[in-house]
């Protein structure tokens, strides 16, 4: 396909709901859109995604990583090369086919050592997949820099989401200052999220982050979160849906 897809990055303070909004992203493609290629990305160490669109993965990325470290660390040049060309078909065995999109989890990232040359490796072969399809969604961890260090290079469109406390801006206004050195991204904007009155976004201080919009507390979707269940279901009147809709029209997505 020679067209590169749209990357869709969520990042922001832990808690504020990026998962949830993320897998709220991923349903509104795959119903806008049933004829495209839609990838959703867990990036996000606490693997939330998965529950969320109700998928079960066995295997992520960082399991294959530590496949080729380990054959890295047994000094085996040979095995080392072979892991590496083996882990492009891994990652479609690490993909898990649902209806209307597939899915793949990064996993728990090691922290000892530097395995430098595999993170590359491994970020080269994400890219080299996502060019296969139309839409991708990724779930980050509260920063951005492990999305441009161990998953994409290029986010198309980064989506910020906060709730109306001061810590939230706060650190969706870091996010962009760091974006902005380190992220090549097309558009920005910020969702905030739970939000109790809409006086509340008078007092909101978000820098110069353009406003997608904002979400009132969805009781579906505590509902869901308490029950572990896919938020693929939740239905499309829920406020959640519909503000999430118009953000990604805002940006011109759908």
């Not at 999109?101 to 430098?116: M, V, W």
């Not at 905030?192 to 201080?205: A, I």
Request: proline share 4%; charged share 25%.
């Amino acid at each position: 396909m020679g067209n590169k897809p749209i990357v869709l990055a969520v990042a922001g303070k832990g808690g504020v709901g990026k998962t949830s909004l993320a897998s709220v992203m991923v349903k509104l493609l795959v119903e806008a859109y049933p004829d495209k290629r839609i990838l959703a990305i867990d990036a996000d160490p606490a693997v939330g995604l998965s529950t969320a669109l109700g998928v079960e993965p066995t295997l992520t990325l960082d399991d294959i990583r530590k496949e080729a470290v380990e054959a890295a660390e047994n000094g085996d040049t040979k095995a080392t090369v072979e892991v590496l060309g083996e882990a492009r078909y891994r990652i479609f065995d690490a993909m898990v086919e649902m209806e209307g999109f597939s899915f793949i989890a990064i996993g728990r990232p090691e922290a000892a050592g530097c395995y430098c040359k595999i993170n590359t490796y491994l970020k080269e072969v994400i890219s080299s997949v996502s060019d296969n399809f139309d839409y991708i969604v990724i779930d980050g961890e509260a920063g951005i820099e492990q999305i441009n260090r161990r998953v994409m290079e290029k986010v198309t469109h980064l989506i910020l989401i906060t709730d109306s406390s001061k810590k939230g801006c706060d650190v969706v206004k870091t996010i962009k200052n760091v974006a902005d050195n380190l992220v090549m991204y097309d558009q920005i904007g910020v969702v905030v999220n739970r939000v109790p009155s809409e006086e509340v976004l008078e007092y909101m201080d978000l820098g110069n982050i353009p406003l997608l919009g904002w979400i009132p507390a969805d009781a579906n979707l505590t509902e869901c979160d308490l029950k572990g269940k896919s938020v693929l279901g939740i239905s499309g009147e829920s406020p959640i849906v519909i503000d999430m809709r118009r953000a990604l029209h805002k940006l011109g997505i759908i």
